[in-house]
């Protein structure tokens, strides 16, 4: 069950800094105090020095490298998850073996991660993104890792296999942010594998890490999870996870019996500050698909999908928001929801059912 931390909103947040290197601590300390609300409470060169001054001194937040000596970062995760939970940030590199890591911290209940700065033009960009992540995090809904209702290897040999492009006729678009790949690993491994739809998947990240994340659902789960590449064709029982710094864009050509459906990347602007946008791709999907489309908004800040769901919704579609109470951040569902374009409030352990009654009775 998620955990809300109680503390006043007018209070600053105490910072925990975790990394081996000195002149990063130097830097995120810089980066961190920039902010009047953050202050950095000490720092920690190492897991273990980490995991006991986290319990000693009962931070707000923890901003944590991956790489380290004695006890590395998931290490550390593990074990304050156990011991004393609280919010964590985790600062990435932006490389491969990065962002497979960083998929697996948020699985374990990290609330978010900011990329390393490749360059020092960059770190400004940074500082401002890790400031406003440490200040969400501290409010965040922390949840304990579950153990899947279907057992994953059981799920591996089930999976189907499909000769050529099988038509899709139904669209279930799943919209997420802060603390959407951990529920996102709630949602995919749930559902069946042969679900009668095609899944689109837009998680707020940068580029790097939406392969990654592709990659980590595709193997927990029995429908196919992959990163979408230009003209990918929606299929039944196929998740396209839209590439960070693309917006997903959707049109349709006619076929000999049915129509299809592509998918396309768009590298135009961001949208409420993000690419990829959870309200351009279902611009596109409302007036295609009408009530052969449903809209799951999850955990998350700020308002993107609220606008989109609400077309679709006035175009046919079915709209679900995850609940305040099982939401990291409850910000999208919240927009989504006052704005009119919800038809109800779902907890998380009941969306994949949601999804597949849908699919299956519409």
């Not at 890790?130 to 059981?154: D, Y």
């Not at 994340?213 to 396209?240: F, H, T, Y």
């Not at 998350?300 to 939401?327: H, L, P, Y």
Request: aromatic share 4%; charged share 25%.
């Amino acid at each position: 069950m998620p955990a809300m931390r109680t503390r006043d909103p007018s209070d600053e947040t105490r910072v925990l800094i975790v990394d081996d290197s000195l002149y990063m601590r130097r830097t995120l300390r810089k980066m961190l105090e920039s902010h009047p609300g953050i202050t950095v409470i000490d720092e920690a060169r190492d897991g273990v020095e980490a995991v006991a001054k986290c319990i000693s001194l009962n931070p707000d937040v923890m901003v944590l490298d991956i790489e380290m000596p004695k006890m590395d970062g998931l290490s550390v995760l593990r074990e304050i998850m156990t011991k004393r939970p609280l919010p964590v940030v985790m600062f990435s590199s932006l490389t491969q073996r990065g962002s497979k890591i960083t998929m697996e911290a948020l699985s374990m209940g990290a609330v978010d991660f900011v990329p390393k700065p490749v360059s020092r033009g960059l770190v400004p960009r940074a500082a401002k993104e890790l400031c406003e992540k440490v200040i969400q995090a501290s409010g965040a809904k922390l949840r304990v890792q579950k153990i899947r209702r279907r057992h994953e290897t059981e799920r591996a040999r089930k999976r189907k296999t499909l000769d050529g492009k099988a038509p899709v006729d139904t669209l279930v678009v799943v919209g997420s942010s802060t603390g959407g790949p951990q529920a996102l690993e709630e949602i995919i491994p749930n559902l069946p594998p042969d679900l009668p739809a095609a899944i689109i998947i837009c998680q707020h990240m940068p580029r790097g890490f939406t392969a990654s994340l592709a990659q980590r659902l595709n193997m927990l789960s029995s429908i196919k999870v992959r990163e979408a590449v230009d003209e990918d064709i929606l299929e039944p029982g196929l998740a396209l996870v839209a590439p960070g710094g693309y917006h997903l864009r959707l049109d349709k050509s006619p076929g000999d019996r049915h129509a299809v459906y592509h998918v396309y990347l768009d590298e135009g602007n961001a949208v409420h500050g993000v690419k990829p946008s959870i309200d351009v791709t279902l611009f596109d999907a409302g007036p295609l698909f009408k009530q052969n489309l449903m809209v799951v908004i999850l955990t998350g800040m700020g308002f993107d999908g609220a606008k989109g769901a609400w077309a679709a919704k006035n175009a046919g579609a079915k709209v679900i928001c995850q609940d305040r109470e099982t939401s990291v951040i409850w910000g999208m569902p919240k927009a989504c929801y006052e704005a009119g374009g919800c038809e109800k409030l779902v907890p998380l352990d009941d969306i994949a059912d949601v999804i597949e009654d849908f699919c299956r009775n519409r």
